[in-house]
């Protein structure tokens, strides 16, 4: 084996390393604990180069998925971009984009609206599914502002379609969730209530068969509880939809199969 076991630490809050409150961390510590309780490392034994690079890598996959999850990446981001009259497709994404933002995907997207030119009310715009976006008849028509928007999570930056197409320079804000970037080794880190413990724990879990020692009693547990706990204060409260064509804003036309507004 790659390692002789030490004496696993303790799990379920017992010990000195069941971490609670809001506090910033490295990822050197994360790795360095999650070692220490499956064995891997002594109390006070320090992580071998090598070893930490594996645990930093291991930590960035666990970062990389939960990025996927809805519930795990932990704020959202508002961010307006100024659009070009007569332009209704963009990419979107932190670099080499039309708008320089967050990269908003299906899961990330919260909601997209839009400010008429000289006004500062934001009006909401329908997110259509590639199915409702095939479905419609004219994808060249404009207005003065778009009613819908289009995303396709191209990578690496993700591409929007507006319609109709705007004719006018209005102002698209969108609502992303705000994704967890790459961790490096010892840069300090803040994040809210929990997520400190679910990393380490999931860290842990997720360690031991490639480095080579058995999974300690009660570890899946313990990483399955800190995980839940992070994404249940994610949450949100789901609303309750209300049909346009009761809030006299819009409607349903029969003979076109599309919403009418």
Same mark, same amino acid.
């Given at each position: 084996?790659?390692?002789?076991? +030490?004496? =696993?630490?303790?799990?379920?809050? $017992?010990?000195? *390393?069941?971490?609670?409150?809001h506090? @910033?961390?490295?990822?050197?510590?994360?790795?360095?604990?999650?070692?220490?309780?499956?064995? $891997?490392?002594?109390?006070?034994?320090? @992580?071998?180069? =090598?070893?930490?690079?594996?645990?930093?890598?291991? /930590?960035?996959a666990?970062?990389?998925?939960w990025?996927?999850h809805?519930?795990?990446?932990?704020?959202?981001?508002?961010t307006?971009? $100024?659009?070009?009259?007569?332009d209704g497709?963009?990419?979107v994404?932190p670099?080499?984009?039309?708008?320089?933002?967050?990269?908003?995907?299906? /899961? &990330?997207?919260?909601?997209?609206?839009?400010?008429?030119?000289?006004? &500062?009310q934001?009006?909401?715009?329908?997110i259509?599914?590639?199915?409702?976006?095939?479905?419609?008849?004219?994808?060249?028509a404009?207005d003065a502002?778009?009613?819908?928007?289009?995303?396709?999570?191209?990578?690496?930056?993700?591409?929007?379609?507006?319609l109709?197409?705007?004719?006018?320079?209005?102002?698209?804000?969108?609502?992303?969730?705000?994704l967890?970037t @790459?961790? +490096?080794?010892?840069?300090?880190?803040?994040?809210?209530?929990?997520?400190? /413990?679910a *990393?380490?724990?999931?860290l842990?879990?997720?360690?031991?068969?490639?480095?080579g020692?058995?999974?300690?009693?009660?570890?899946?547990?313990?990483?399955?509880?800190? $995980?839940?706990?992070?994404?249940?204060?994610?949450?949100?409260?789901?609303? /309750?939809?209300?049909?346009?064509?009761?809030?006299?804003d819009?409607?349903?036309?029969?003979?076109?199969d599309r919403?009418s507004?």
């Amino acid at each position: 084996d790659r390692h002789t076991p +030490s004496p =696993a630490l303790p799990h379920g809050g $017992v010990g000195l *390393f069941f971490v609670q409150g809001h506090m @910033a961390f490295t990822p050197r510590t994360i790795v360095t604990r999650a070692l220490k309780r499956i064995g $891997v490392l002594a109390a006070n034994e320090t @992580a071998p180069p =090598a070893d930490m690079t594996d645990g930093l890598a291991l /930590l960035n996959a666990i970062r990389d998925s939960w990025n996927a999850h809805a519930q795990m990446p932990p704020v959202m981001t508002r961010t307006a971009y $100024v659009l070009t009259a007569n332009d209704g497709e963009y990419t979107v994404g932190p670099s080499g984009a039309n708008l320089t933002g967050p990269r908003p995907t299906p /899961l &990330t997207l919260i909601d997209a609206r839009v400010i008429l030119v000289g006004q &500062t009310q934001e009006r909401g715009l329908d997110i259509l599914t590639r199915q409702r976006y095939a479905a419609e008849p004219s994808k060249t028509a404009t207005d003065a502002a778009p009613r819908a928007i289009y995303l396709e999570a191209t990578a690496p930056i993700s591409t929007i379609t507006l319609l109709p197409i705007p004719t006018t320079a209005c102002t698209l804000v969108l609502y992303v969730t705000g994704l967890i970037t @790459a961790f +490096s080794v010892d840069t300090s880190y803040d994040f809210k209530e929990g997520y400190e /413990l679910a *990393f380490e724990l999931e860290l842990a879990r997720l360690s031991c068969n490639p480095f080579g020692v058995p999974m300690p009693d009660g570890l899946v547990d313990d990483a399955r509880d800190a $995980v839940g706990v992070v994404k249940r204060t994610n949450e949100d409260v789901a609303e /309750l939809g209300c049909d346009h064509a009761l809030t006299g804003d819009g409607g349903y036309d029969i003979r076109t199969d599309r919403d009418s507004y």
